[in-house]
């Protein structure tokens, strides 16, 4: 089982490097004026996105199979485990969310500023805090 944590662990990292910058992109293409950063953007994004998705579903999958093989009935009582359920399920929210500004952008129907993407891109830094704090401390 340490492995499979292990792998979980790694491969939430590969996840969340492309999260931290999926938006980072976004923010560059809302302020890009020529078509030529624009479809250099709409590349980046679309690879970047793609190549992330399995690493969520990976993460996923191992999370799952911890939860199932031992860490449901030895945690089901505690409310750090709930909570960290819930964040989980807004990152994977998150995802998909990104994965739809992405095919805004390929659209040419991008509707935001790039503020409004300065301020998206910090809201997986605040889950991955709240998550690491919860796994590692237990508080509650």
Known sequence: MLYIKALHICFMVAWFAGLFYLPRL???HAMSSDEVSNARFKIM????YYFITPFMLITTALG???????????YKATGWLHIKLVLVTLLIGYHFYCGKLVKDFAADKNTHSHVFYRWLNELPVLILFAVVI?????PF
């Open 26 to 28: 976004f923010v560059y």
């Open 134 to 138: 919860l796994v590692v401390a237990k």
């Open 45 to 48: 994004e679309r690879k970047l």
């Open 64 to 74: 799952l199979w911890m939860l199932y093989a031992y860490a449901w009935n030895a």
